[in-house]
C-alpha cells in the first residue's frame, strides 16, 4: 500500500523523500542500536524517596555495566498504572519492571505472603535470608510457572509504624481505633490480629480522612508517614515495627526470556546492589524523619513489642489459604539460619 501511493507521487516529490530519508539515518544519534534493550521500571513512590532514589542507581548502574545496552526508563509514582495494572503488563510480555509486594503476590502463590506477616523476623536480614532458601525457591518456581520472573529481592522497602490521633502504648489501645492500611489481604489481617478496626483507603485519601474523623490514624515506613504529611494531623507515632518490608522487583517471563543472558544477569546484579545501596538510604531518611517528627512535637513512643508480637501471631489463624505448617516452617528455616 506505501509503494502504491509512493507510485503516484512526482519524481520530484521522490526525490525530496529519497533525500529527507537518506539524511535521517545519516543524522547520527538518536535512535537506539539494534542490541539496545528499554525496559521500563515502574513504582508507586514519589520522586525523592528513597525506593526512588534506589531505581536512580539501578539505571546508572545498569546502564554503564552494559555498555548502553540496557536503558532503564523510571516511571515514578505509578505513571504507567496501578500496581495491578502493570503487573498485567507484565504478564503480556510488556518490557516492564514493577516494585510490587510479596502480599501483592499472595494473589498468584499464597505462602509469599507470610514474607510480611507481624513480627515474623526480628531483624530484616532474616527476611533476605528467607529469600535464598530452598522453601522460597520451590514458591518461585512456582511463581515463574504463572509468568512472572523475579529480578532482584534485595530491596529494603522499610519498617513500617503507627501513627495516631490519641496515644498507642499497647494492643488494647488499639480497640476501636480505626487505622488506615492498604486494600491488601495481608494489611487488613496484621490489624485484625493487633485488635484494630484496618479501614482500606487510598494513600491519597488519608490526610482528609485523618482530618474528618474517618480514620484514627494509619501505618508506613517514617519517610511514607512523613512523605504525607501524616504528623500534621496525627500527633502521635508509636514505633510498633510491626512489619518488616522487603519488596521484589518482577518482570514476566515472556519479556526476561527475550533478553541475552549476560543482559539479564547485569540487570539482576545491579538491582541487588542498587538495593544494597538503597538500604543505607532508608536508615538515613528514617533518621532524620524522627529528628523532624521530635522537632514538630509529636509524641514518640518505643512500645513494649512483646504483646504486639504475642497479638501478631494470630495471624496465623486468619489466612486458611496458607500450608498448614507455614508458621513451623518458617520458624524451623530461621532457626538453623547458618
Known amino acids: 500500500m506505501v509503494m502504491h501511493r509512493l507510485k503516484q507521487r512526482k519524481p520530484a516529490a521522490l526525490l525530496l523523500i529519497f533525500l529527507l530519508l537518506l539524511s535521517a539515518c545519516g543524522s547520527g544519534g538518536e535512535s537506539a542500536p539494534d542490541d539496545t534493550f528499554t525496559i521500563n521500571i515502574a513504582y508507586g513512590n514519589q520522586p525523592g524517596e528513597p525506593i526512588d532514589q534506589v531505581a536512580r542507581k539501578w539505571k546508572e548502574l545498569a546502564e554503564a555495566q552494559s555498555g548502553g545496552q540496557l536503558r532503564l526508563n523510571l516511571y515514578p509514582s505509578s505513571q504507567l498504572g496501578s500496581e495491578a495494572d502493570v503487573i498485567e503488563q507484565a504478564l503480556f510480555g510488556s518490557n516492564v519492571i514493577i516494585l510490587t509486594g510479596f502480599d501483592f503476590l499472595m494473589r498468584f502463590i499464597p505462602d509469599f505472603g507470610v514474607l510480611t506477616a507481624p513480627y515474623i523476623v526480628d531483624d530484616v536480614d532474616d527476611l533476605f535470608y528467607l529469600t535464598t532458601t530452598d522453601w522460597f525457591k520451590g514458591l518461585e518456581n512456582e511463581l515463574r510457572d504463572e509468568g512472572f520472573e523475579f529480578v532482584s529481592t534485595k530491596t529494603f522497602y522499610g519498617e513500617r509504624h503507627l501513627m495516631t490521633t490519641k496515644p498507642v ?4 489501645d488499639l480497640k476501636g481505633m480505626k487505622i488506615r492500611v492498604p486494600n491488601n489481604q495481608m494489611s487488613i489481617n496484621t490489624f485484625k490480629a493487633l485488635g484494630a478496626s484496618p479501614t482500606p483507603l487510598p494513600l491519597s485519601d488519608l490526610y482528609a480522612s485523618l482530618q474528618q474523623g474517618i480514620v484514627d490514624g494509619a501505618e508506613n515506613p517514617l519517610p511514607v508517614l512523613s512523605g504525607s504529611k501524616t504528623q500534621e494531623v496525627a500527633k502521635y507515632l508509636a514505633l ?4 518488616k518490608i522487603v519488596s521484589p522487583w518482577v518482570a514476566g517471563t515472556k519479556f526476561t526470556e527475550k533478553l541475552p543472558d549476560h543482559l539479564l544477569d547485569i540487570l539482576r546484579s545491579t538491582a541487588d546492589e542498587a538495593g544494597q545501596f538503597g538500604r543505607e538510604i532508608v536508615r538515613q531518611e528514617e533518621e532524620k524523619v524522627l529528628e523532624q517528627f521530635e522537632a514538630q512535637g509529636i509524641t514518640i513512643t518505643e ?36
Request: hydrophobic letters at 25%; aromatic letters at 6%.
Open 303 to 338: 512500645v513494649d513489642l512483646g504483646p504486639f508480637k504475642e497479638k501478631g501471631r494470630d495471624i496465623f489463624s486468619r489466612v486458611p489459604q496458607w500450608s498448614p505448617d507455614l508458621e513451623q516452617t518458617i520458624r524451623t528455616l530461621l532457626e538453623n539460619k547458618p
Open 240 to 243: 510498633t515495627g510491626h512489619t
Open 169 to 172: 502504648k499497647s494492643p488494647e
